[in-house]
């Protein structure tokens, strides 16, 4: 049992798959999924096949018997080591197009006398509270992800999620301020949706998070991110000889396939699991109603 000071929450999700109705009784077949978070311990995600009987009550209704039939059939637990290969990679590619966008397409900031300012000259002010904001999103945002962190020091992982927050609804709306003054017409629309779209996902993982719901807060903040790492794809890419000889063609078409693929491998990445873990519906058989 949790006792008090072990930093123990569980949120429970009811999927319901069967309810059918006789009178003043029904039965129903659900998978009960429990996240379940404690401080010294990684966050846990449960799973039940169970069916209940239920009595009408007033206007209600109350449960008179559940039954719980299976629990989610596991497949082998990889190592540590295992787990942490992908991630560690990903992490590594992510670190090395960071350092290579900044080399590559930023660093004419630190040099007064570089060309590129002919063109950043109109929006050099709105360039600052942009770049810190999304610096912070950029930085922060990828230390969020470190279930150390949120393990042990969740005081911390609280603080860099408000800053990544507010780097977020700092660095958004000014992106949409500085396309207006100094994008070509048809950059504005992608400007709009990408700024509109990464802080529509912040809101939501922050909405989940204030609920008490980790599962779903996680995920938001996983699609929120992935907008983030649009910055540096696109740029990757446009520094492709064969796309760069292009000009504002292919920055066009770079950015919306950027946005449009990574909408879908995040949607791909955080249901991975549940494609292709066994079923427990095919390896139980329940009955309903009973007789």
Known sequence: MPKPGDGYTRSDAFDFRTVRVLGDTAYAIYFL?????????????????ESAVLRRS?????????TRHARQARRRRPSEVERARPARAGWNLAGAATLFVLWHNERFLINPRAPD??????????????????????LLGALQFSTRIRAR??????????????GT??????????????????????????????????????????RGDATQHRQWMTRSYGIVLIFLEGRVLMAIPALARHGM???????????????VVTECLLNWEAVTRPSVLSATRVRWPPG
């Not at 969740?154 to 999620?161: A, K, N």
């Open 33 to 49: 999924r429990s996240a379940v978070t404690e401080k010294k311990e990684a966050a846990r995600n449960l799973e039940w096949l």
């Open 58 to 66: 007033g206007s209600g209704w109350k449960v008179a018997s559940s």
């Open 117 to 138: 300012w002919a063109h950043f000259d109109p929006i050099r002010w709105q360039l600052v509270p942009h770049g810190i904001g999304g610096a912070l999103a950029l």
């Open 153 to 166: 020091f969740p005081h911390v992982h609280r603080l860099f999620g408000g800053l990544y927050m507010g």
């Open 169 to 210: 609804f700092v660095a958004g709306p000014v992106a949409i301020w500085m396309a207006f003054i100094n994008s070509p017409w048809f950059l504005v629309p992608f400007t709009i949706v990408q700024a509109a779209t990464w802080m529509l996902f912040t809101g939501i993982a922050y909405r989940c998070i204030r």
């Open 249 to 263: 063609d292919a920055i066009v078409l770079v950015n919306w396939a950027c946005l449009s693929v990574t909408l």
